[in-house]
């Protein structure tokens, strides 16, 4: 199995929800990442977590709180999101982070802030 | 300066052509490296891994070069499914974790 699964496939929310993505990997994989993606641009890194701990935050407001439960989930909550936040966020994996092996990623929740 | 730069293209060219691309890195903690395809809407796949001794793949080869800090990817007899965006990846170590930086892309389009 070498799939990340991420949830929703899509999301459309208001400037004053809150609402979560999800990622699971069951590879084993003891680094997960998140980033952001607008159109025609290159994935950015937002957070990088490893053995579920807070590794790396690369500056991201605090409108975006990540949370790793476990070593197979990562979640990202988001709360009072502004338009702009609108993208496509895309959750990866990998062996370890010191490994410098590759990154999986899932599919990604584009993500519509009205 | 950005820590990984490529020709943005797009490259447009017509099918069994050679093409190549280049990409250059500025953190010398770099230490593993990666070509990564995207289709459009879709999540970025691994194309190849890139080693310092140089890689190939069927019709793609990746080639590094530590000293000058440079990757690139050559296509072979290209194929119109070759067309998507290719993006240079590296992993650069820092004390905590490593980060995985992508380039910019480049768009590259087959035409019959």
């Known amino acids: 199995d070498t799939e990340v699964t991420q949830t929703p496939k899509h999301l459309v929310m208001g400037m004053t929800n809150k609402k979560s993505l999800k990622c699971e990997q069951h590879?084993?994989?003891?680094?997960m990442y998140w980033y952001k993606q607008k159109a025609k641009k290159p994935p950015e890194l937002m957070f990088v977590y490893s053995y579920e701990k807070l590794s790396i935050n690369e500056s991201v407001p605090s409108r975006f709180s990540p949370e790793c439960p476990n070593s197979s989930l990562l979640n990202l909550h988001l709360h009072a999101l502004q338009p702009e936040d609108s993208a496509l966020y895309l959750c990866a994996s990998s062996q370890e982070s010191s490994l410098g092996a590759e990154a999986f990623f899932g599919q990604g929740t584009r993500l519509t802030v009205v | 300066r950005k820590e990984v730069e490529q020709d943005p293209g797009p490259f447009n060219v017509p099918e069994g052509a050679t093409v190549a691309f280049n990409c250059t890195y500025s953190n010398s903690a770099s230490q593993s490296f990666f070509w990564y395809r995207q289709d459009c809407r879709k999540e970025p796949k691994l194309l190849m891994s890139?080693?310092?001794s140089g890689n190939e793949d069927g019709r793609f080869t990746a080639q590094l070069n530590r000293a000058s800090q440079y990757i690139s990817l050559l296509i072979r007899d290209s194929k119109l499914s070759d067309s998507a965006t290719y993006l240079c990846v590296v992993n650069i170590m820092y004390s905590s974790a490593s980060k995985i930086i992508f380039g910019s892309g480049t768009r590259l389009s087959i035409r019959p």
């Open positions: 590879m084993g994989h003891r680094a």
């Open positions: 890139v080693y310092s």
